[in-house]
């Protein structure tokens, strides 16, 4: 079985539909039916200690019992060693195809490895899984357009080309271990960078590359802690911080814990990503601007399209071929799309699609 899988995954033409965004029907996989019986799928999840993680990991085992798979799902309470265990488990286990979205993206070589010699097709999940030839095929959001997407907020609401200024920014970015922290922070700073340059936003703290402001494994308490050192040795004298560029919301929840106990200043403009519960609590209450809304339920749809796909040996669908190299050469990639996510449409994109009751929200 494994080896008619392997020549049927290098045989399938990959189809560069150039799509923006997940197809509508990214729900109704090909492999539907009885044909899945007795197929097996591994998904490694990073951790349940991030709100999104526990809905992907959700999502895709409904969508995957639902086409007939059996679906062996695993959270490695980001620890990189449980992970490379977890994996390493489902290949001994008789998974078919692997799932994985990794805690660090360089550091799973050696399942990877195991996955290779073992002839299974692996799907990088939202995080690319980097330096291995052993990933055949990339899942995930359109990371640079939601690092844009955050940066032309900032331009808008503040009315940067018109406005006087000058603005303070300050930056609190994602984990460097996520090959994805790079794609959010650049968009975002390529669409800031000519108001930075001209003085127009000016960071206070002087912390502007990604490494500066990175937040590792994306934990709240470390951008928390990160926003109470530059809060007490800049702004402590009454300055105001105009905007705070979050790369994500676990982050974003970080920096407003920090704002609530120790500014008084005006509230700043805070971005974020995901629409976590908490973050969208915040935004109602006008604690956070706004979010960038990645709909898991679309990705996951869209990741059991393609099990389906490497398993019957069809084309497999992806709208980009030129992005995602991840170390050995580029990796097909499919890309849905984020969506701009406010106060003023949170009901319809998350209440209204059922992504949430709103008495999650309360
Ligand atoms: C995901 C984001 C998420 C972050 C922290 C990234 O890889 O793309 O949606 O906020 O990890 O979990």
Redesign the pocket.
């Known amino acids: 079985m494994k080896k008619k899988l392997l020549s049927a995954v290098l045989s399938v033409a990959v189809v560069a539909s150039l799509l923006v965004g997940c197809g509508s029907d990214a729900g109704t996989t090909s492999s539907e039916g009885a044909s899945a019986g007795g197929t097996k799928v591994g998904v490694s999840m990073?951790t349940k200690d991030?709100q999104?993680?526990n809905q992907d990991g959700s999502n895709m085992e409904a969508e995957l019992k639902a086409a007939g798979y059996e679906v062996d799902l695993q959270y490695a309470s980001n620890d990189v060693q449980t992970q490379v265990s977890q994996i390493e488990n489902m290949i001994s286990s008789g998974a078919d195809v692997l799932v994985i979205?990794a805690i660090e993206g360089s550091s799973l070589g050696e399942a990877l490895d195991m996955a290779k010699d073992a002839n299974i097709p692996v799907i990088a999940y939202?995080?690319l899984l980097m330096n291995s030839d052993a990933v055949s095929y990339y899942a995930?959001?359109d990371?640079y357009m939601v690092g844009t997407v955050q940066g032309q907020y900032v331009v808008d609401t503040l009315d940067l080309d018109n406005a006087a200024g000058p603005f303070n920014l300050e930056i609190t970015a994602?984990?460097p271990g996520?090959n994805?922290?790079g794609y959010f922070f650049n968009g975002a700073y390529d669409v800031l960078k000519p108001y930075i340059e001209s003085g127009k936003l000016n960071v206070v703290s002087g912390q502007q590359t990604f490494d500066e402001c990175a937040t590792p494994t994306?934990a709240t308490e470390v951008s928390q802690k990160r926003a109470e050192d530059i809060l007490s040795s800049y702004y402590s004298d009454g300055t105001n911080v105009d905007v705070w560029l979050c790369?994500?919301?676990?982050t974003a929840l970080g920096v407003e814990n920090a704002l609530a106990a120790n500014y008084n200043g005006n509230y700043p403009i805070i971005t974020g990503?995901?629409c976590d519960i908490e973050n969208t609590k915040n935004m109602i209450a006008g604690k956070q601007s706004m979010s960038v809304f990645?709909d898991t339920r679309t990705l996951a749809s869209q990741v059991v399209k393609m099990v389906g796909q490497i398993l019957k040996g069809e084309e497999v669908d992806v709208n980009d071929t030129t992005t995602y190299d991840n170390g050995t050469g580029v990796i097909p990639s499919y890309l849905c799309q984020p969506v701009f996510a406010d106060v003023n449409n949170y009901k319809e994109l998350l209440i209204d699609s059922g992504y949430y009751t709103e008495d999650q929200l309360k």
Do not use: E, I, M
Request: glycine share 4%.
């Open positions: 990073p991030l999104r993680w979205a939202d995080r995930t959001f990371n994602g984990d996520d994805n922290a994306w790369s994500n919301d676990s990503q995901d990645k």
